[in-house]
């Protein structure tokens, strides 16, 4: 995993499970990597990737089963969804709307461009 300077390395981290479950590598139930096993895997400090979990705990996309590991939550692809969608619109479509003022766009320009990146 390349990491980028501009984002804290254990937000990262939990983007990177977030991917894993979007995409169907990990589902419901599964069991993932634990604390030290994604620490050596990535070539992180562990409790880098604690804090990553906890992030994912609090977020209710992963489930900590004492003694056993850590497991991907029930319902994790929908709070997945939600969290991200949330995050679009509160840091993304400002800046996008900004920006369409700007360079005085309308409504009906982006629905072309819309249109063409869905076909």
């Known amino acids: ?14 983007e990177w499970v977030f991917e894993q479950i979007l995409n169907g590598k990990w ?3 599964d069991r993932i990597y634990s604390v030290r096993e994604m620490g050596m895997a990535l070539e992180v400090n562990p ?3 604690l804090r ?45 709307f ?4 700007m360079l005085q766009m309308d409504w009906s320009e982006m629905e072309k461009i819309f249109r063409e990146y869905q076909e």
């Not at 995993?1 to 939990?14: G, V």
Request: glycine share 4%.
């Open 1 to 14: 995993m390349n990491f980028n300077d501009n984002k804290a390395i254990y937000l990262q981290i939990a």
């Open 98 to 101: 900004k920006t369409m003022k």
């Open 52 to 96: 990553a979990y906890d992030l994912l705990q609090q977020l209710e996309i992963v489930i900590n089963k004492r003694g056993i590991g850590f497991f991907v939550s029930e319902d994790a692809k929908t709070k997945i969804l939600n969290h991200r969608k949330k995050q679009f619109i509160e840091n993304e479509v400002p800046v996008f």
């Open 27 to 29: 589902n419901e139930g």
């Open 47 to 49: 409790n880098t990737v």
